[in-house]
T-cell receptor
Framework: AQTVTQSQPEMSVQEAETVTLSCTYD???????LFWYKQPPSRQMILVIR??????QNATENRFSVNFQKAAKSFSLKISDSQLGDAAMYFC?????????????FGGGTRLMVKP | GAVVSQHPSWVICKSGTSVKIECRSL??????MFWYRQFPKQSLMLMAT?????????EQGVEKDKFLINHASLTLSTLTVTSAHPEDSSFYIC????????????????FGPGTRLTVL
């Protein structure tokens, strides 16, 4: 079974600075997807970024980028120019490309605080 | 695009009653929807996978007779908490997997805003 680990329960960053959230996963599969979701206080889960394992190029979405290290099974999220609205819980998630159910396996989450 | 709605957003009910929560994909068709439960300050726990036109697949430890799931159309799945008790109080979140139609990216899950259930 796949597992996803987020080793940082809480992180804080100064507004306009850069922060990196860690995520590692364990799998024996070679084809899969990785995601970062954001859950603000409203509790609405918002997709931040996704990465296909077969792509070597790291995904980017505006101020959000990932460092995908397939061999190390690491998938960290970098937030540049942090804004107050970035404060939220961030969940890393794994999804097999082969499993029929295509379920997501979530990490335990990292609470990001942004200081003005 | 890729909007998922849930209704109601908050429900309070008496112990012993049943509560139905609706999950709708508004601008795409979803052959597969998922139901999660989230306790305070914890991650999401998958309860079941709902496939249109077939029976839901429940995760280990989730009572199928307690949490009835119906996925009657490509845009609607419902979760009914039967004979609710205070321990069922939680935040329930649904998600829908994008497919080949609409504004949803294929093989990405889009989440509803969640339903807070409080059982007195």
């Amino acid at each position: 079974a796949q597992t996803v680990t987020q080793s940082q329960p809480e992180m804080s960053v100064q507004e306009a600075e850069t922060v990196t959230l860690s995520c590692t996963y364990d799998t024996s599969e070679s084809d899969y997807y990785l995601f970062w979701y954001k859950q603000p206080p409203s509790r609405q889960m918002i997709l931040v970024i996704r990465q296909e394992a077969y792509k070597q190029q790291n995904a980017t979405e505006n101020r959000f980028s990932v460092n995908f290290q397939k061999a190390a099974k690491s998938f960290s999220l970098k937030i540049s120019d942090s804004q107050l609205g970035d404060a939220a819980m961030y969940f890393c998630a794994y999804r097999s490309a082969n499993h029929a159910g295509n379920m997501l396996t979530f990490g335990g989450g990292t609470r990001l605080m942004v200081k003005p | 695009g890729a909007v998922v709605s849930q209704h109601p957003s908050w429900v309070i009910c008496k112990s012993g009653t049943s509560v139905k929560i609706e999950c709708r994909s508004l601008d795409f068709q979803a052959t597969t929807m998922f139901w999660y439960r989230q306790f305070p300050k914890q991650s999401l726990m998958l309860m079941a996978t709902s496939n249109e036109g077939s029976k839901a697949t429940y995760e280990q430890g989730v009572e199928k007779d307690k949490f009835l799931i119906n996925h009657a159309s490509l845009t609607l799945s419902t979760l009914t908490v039967t004979s609710a008790h205070p321990e069922d109080s939680s935040f329930y979140i649904c998600s829908a997997r994008g497919g080949t139609s609409g504004g949803a990216r294929a093989d990405t899950q889009y989440f509803g805003p969640g339903t807070r259930l409080t059982v007195l």
